[in-house]
């Protein structure tokens, strides 16, 4: 199928799991995942109206925003884990940053962003199954983050981002998403938070419909696209 096809099937699957859970389909935004697929497809999906894309590699996105570049109206989402010293290439493209993981990463990004002159939209990862294996910030430490990011105006804090279990029991995937709503819930009642926090960017092409049943607000969807990726070396 084509990725445009691709496109039409999950959108459609996305408004169906809104239904289901009484919720309004303008309010889950799909972020379509292009880590390791050409320029070619990004394309294909551009031309079906998709107009901004989640990278995880700092190299290859920087790369395709320039391949790229004369669509102005691109955007790029960094949804993979950061170093520091990739900072200053993060500040000089990305609209977006969903894996926002410690204080020292905010101030690297707020000094580069200074810099650009730009700002940057962020969530703040969680890692909400406990493994050890997964990125994120446990989640007893993200409101301390988040009212330390009150100091640096170049973030705009958007919400909460999480990678769930992998699992075959529902129940363990289900309870990632509740812990996120939680935690939501937790931010927007601390006073030492500013900002609304109000998004939930969570569910892939395997827990999607899962995450929009518990108030996901961007799915992040690479797979059901664009295809299987190559397997990690
Ligand atoms: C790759 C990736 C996705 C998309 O995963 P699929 O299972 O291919 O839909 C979503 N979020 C992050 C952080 C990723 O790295």
């Known amino acids: 199928m084509s990725v445009a096809e ?3 099937r999950v959108r459609a699957a996305i408004d169906a799991a809104c239904d289901r859970a009484d919720r309004d389909p303008s309010g889950v935004r799909l972020l379509p995942v292009s880590k390791t697929v050409g320029t070619d497809k990004i394309i294909e999906a551009y031309r079906a109206g998709m107009r901004i894309f989640g990278e ?3 190299q290859e996105a920087a790369s395709k925003a320039a391949e790229l570049a004369d669509r102005p109206d691109l955007q ?3 949804i993979g884990h ?3 010293n990739k900072a200053r290439e993060v500040a000089a493209f990305a609209a977006e940053f969903h894996a926002l993981d410690s204080r020292r990463l905010a101030e690297a990004l707020q000094s580069r962003l200074e810099q650009a002159d730009r700002t940057l939209d962020v969530f703040i990862e969680v890692n909400s199954s406990g493994e050890p294996s997964k990125f994120g910030l446990p989640p007893e430490e993200v409101v301390d983050l988040a009212a330390a990011l009150g100091e640096l105006d170049r973030l705009r804090p958007r919400g909460l981002m999480t990678i769930a279990a992998n699992s075959p029991d ?6 990632c998403f509740v812990r996120m709503t939680e935690l939501r819930r937790r931010l927007q009642d601390d006073p030492r938070v500013i900002g ?4 939930l960017s969570m569910g892939m092409s395997g827990d999607f419909e899962l995450a929009i049943a518990h108030g996901a607000t961007t799915v992040r969807i690479g797979t059901a696209i664009f295809g299987a990726r190559p ?3």
């Open 76 to 78: 790029w989402a960094m």
């Open 196 to 199: 609304s926090y109000h998004e």
């Open 170 to 175: 529902r129940g363990v995937v289900e309870a």
């Open 6 to 8: 691709n496109l039409a």
């Open 231 to 233: 397997p990690i070396r």
């Open 82 to 84: 950061l170093q520091r």
């Open 56 to 58: 995880n590699k700092v």
